[in-house]
């Protein structure tokens, strides 16, 4: 298996994420694979699966805007809904 992504690739994207909350949770590379299977509306095993799946520039988009606010909160928002809707 090709270990070398490209930036948007699910995998590259997830790195980056995790290594950018390192700093702020304890849990980074889960809070990365759960923001993004927010994006995908997936399953986290899609992201295991597909690790070198190229995303299109909306997800990407929306996948930075959601990193951006991770800072605020966004992550616990996210599964509180999830939660309450018992998704």
Known sequence: MNNSYLPNSIK???DNAANEFSALSDSA???AELLM?????CQRIYLFTW????LETPQCDQFFHLSKNEKQGVLSRI???NAHFGI
């Open 12 to 14: 590259q994207l997830l």
């Open 29 to 31: 590379k889960l809070d």
């Open 37 to 41: 299977c927010h994006v995908l509306d």
């Open 51 to 54: 690790p070198e799946k190229l």
């Open 79 to 81: 599964l509180s809904v």
